[in-house]
């Protein structure tokens, strides 16, 4: 179910499907490379600026991105929910 889920994310995801064209063997091959990692509520994920690694997908629950540099000047800009990916641009550009 897990593996499913990240499968149709990657193929959701613009810059895998359609701008790489991975083939569906490359997307199982980067689906077994994934691992579960389990996010505390109002834990940071990734924070704008850092060097990023990793390509996440969201399993359950809602990431909301956020931006402002103190915690008064917060503001959503978006809700990433169940089968949203993010992160894929900081392994394109190594960045």
């Known amino acids: 179910e897990d593996r499913q ?5 990657i193929r959701a995801n ?4 359609e701008w790489l064209q991975l083939s ?4 199982q091959m980067m689906a077994d490379m994934m691992r579960l990692i389990t996010v505390a509520s109002g834990q940071e994920v990734v924070k704008k600026g ?5 390509f996440y997908v969201v399993n359950d629950g809602i990431l909301e991105v956020v931006s402002g540099d103190t915690q ?3 503001l959503i800009k978006v809700r990433l929910r169940s089968g ?7 392994l394109l550009y190594n960045c």
Not at 5 to 9: E, G, M, R, S
Not at 24 to 27: A, I, L, T, V
């Open 24 to 27: 569906d063997k490359q997307m």
């Open 14 to 17: 613009a810059h895998f499907s």
């Open 5 to 9: 889920l990240i499968i149709q994310a």
């Open 50 to 54: 850092e060097h990023g690694s990793k």
């Open 72 to 74: 008064t000047e917060m």
């Open 84 to 90: 949203d990916s993010f992160g894929e641009l900081a």
